[in-house]
């Protein structure tokens, strides 16, 4: 797999599509929340990439928070997830990120879907961010369009950094923080299993996806 990310923010697009005639930013909420523009533009990105020859088999979708964030709710950053809106979320799961995985994969490119935002830095088992995990991945993997597709795959979070060690030390490398990380990723495994999707899983390291060692020892199963 070789490729690229796309991520669905007018700030990571550079408001390209929230522009008026002279080029202008319109912060309107029609303009910042314009999915068809989103979607339009976005795909114009891959069909040029395509039309000059890149050589591109793979897509890192990010379902970015912008889509699922209430507008006008302060947050701290993307880890915050206290702004949230599930509702959101599942309709712009269909009129965004759907939209853009099944374009892609029409043109022969495999997905890999990632959350919205990143983690904090500190998780923990049964934290609230490992039940918003839950909760995004349950519902995609239960998705009619999603389940069981063989080119859209699950990157089960972006970049932890630690977590909570039974020691009461939140690390990224000692054995009780390993051992951990393995539980935590392996409840979430456990829930998109329980939906009947057979869906390839990409499970991310400690260390913003550097430490990979705890699963040696500690691996993840199904």
């Given at each position: 797999?070789?490729?690229?990310?796309?991520?669905?923010?007018?700030?990571?697009?550079?408001?390209?599509?929230?522009?008026?005639?002279?080029?202008?930013?319109?912060?309107?909420?029609?303009?910042?929340?314009?999915?068809?523009?989103?979607?339009t533009w976005n795909k114009r990105q891959?069909?040029?990439?395509?039309?000059?020859?890149?050589?591109?088999?793979?897509?890192?979708?990010?379902?970015?928070?912008?889509?699922?964030?209430?507008?006008?709710?302060?947050?701290?950053?993307?880890?915050?997830?206290?702004?949230?809106?599930?509702?959101?979320?599942?309709?712009?799961?269909?009129?965004?990120?759907?939209?853009?995985?099944?374009?892609?994969?029409?043109?022969?490119?495999?997905v890999v879907m990632r959350p919205p935002?990143?983690?904090?830095?500190?998780?923990?088992?049964?934290?609230?961010?490992?039940?918003?995990?839950?909760?995004?991945?349950?519902?995609?993997?239960?998705?009619?369009?999603?389940?069981?597709?063989?080119?859209?795959?699950?990157?089960?979070?972006?970049?932890?950094?630690?977590?909570?060690?039974?020691?009461?030390?939140?690390?990224?490398d000692s054995e009780s923080s390993m051992?951990?990380?393995?539980?935590?990723?392996?409840?979430?495994?456990?829930?998109?299993?329980?939906?009947?999707?057979?869906?390839?899983?990409?499970?991310?390291?400690?260390?913003?996806?550097?430490?990979?060692?705890?699963?040696?020892?500690?691996?993840?199963?199904?």
């Amino acid at each position: 797999l070789h490729g690229f990310g796309q991520t669905y923010s007018p700030y990571f697009n550079d408001y390209q599509w929230c522009r008026d005639g002279n080029g202008n930013v319109k912060w309107d909420y029609a303009s910042q929340y314009n999915t068809s523009n989103c979607v339009t533009w976005n795909k114009r990105q891959i069909a040029s990439m395509l039309r000059n020859g890149w050589k591109v088999n793979w897509i890192r979708i990010h379902m970015d928070p912008h889509w699922s964030n209430k507008p006008g709710v302060k947050t701290e950053g993307e880890h915050d997830i206290s702004a949230f809106d599930f509702e959101m979320f599942k309709t712009n799961f269909d009129k965004v990120f759907y939209k853009m995985a099944e374009y892609a994969i029409g043109k022969g490119i495999y997905v890999v879907m990632r959350p919205p935002g990143v983690c904090p830095g500190d998780i923990a088992i049964g934290d609230d961010y490992h039940k918003y995990l839950i909760k995004v991945w349950t519902y995609v993997a239960s998705h009619e369009k999603v389940k069981n597709n063989p080119h859209i795959m699950f990157e089960l979070a972006n970049e932890p950094v630690r977590i909570m060690g039974d020691d009461g030390r939140s690390t990224h490398d000692s054995e009780s923080s390993m051992k951990n990380c393995t539980k935590f990723f392996q409840k979430i495994v456990d829930e998109i299993r329980a939906t009947g999707a057979n869906n390839i899983l990409w499970v991310p390291g400690l260390c913003w996806q550097q430490n990979y060692q705890g699963y040696v020892k500690y691996p993840i199963k199904g």
